[in-house]
């Protein structure tokens, strides 16, 4: 299943260009993810410093 992105989210940016599929853009508050393109890789949590991104 795809990742998504929750409300601990500080808009940092740091997921956003570790995304091999570029599937995640800035929202109105916080990042999110595109599910239909996410290929549940991890690369996103790996560098996120409040954990935001979270596999379901």
């Not at 998504?4 to 109105?28: K, L, Q, V, W």
């Amino acid at each position: 299943m795809a990742y998504t992105i929750s409300d601990a989210c500080i808009s940092c940016g740091a997921c956003e260009s570790e995304c091999p599929t570029s599937c995640i853009t800035a929202g109105d508050s916080i990042y999110v993810i595109d599910a239909d393109a996410c290929i549940d890789c991890g690369s996103c949590a790996g560098v996120c410093p409040v954990d935001a991104p979270q596999a379901n």
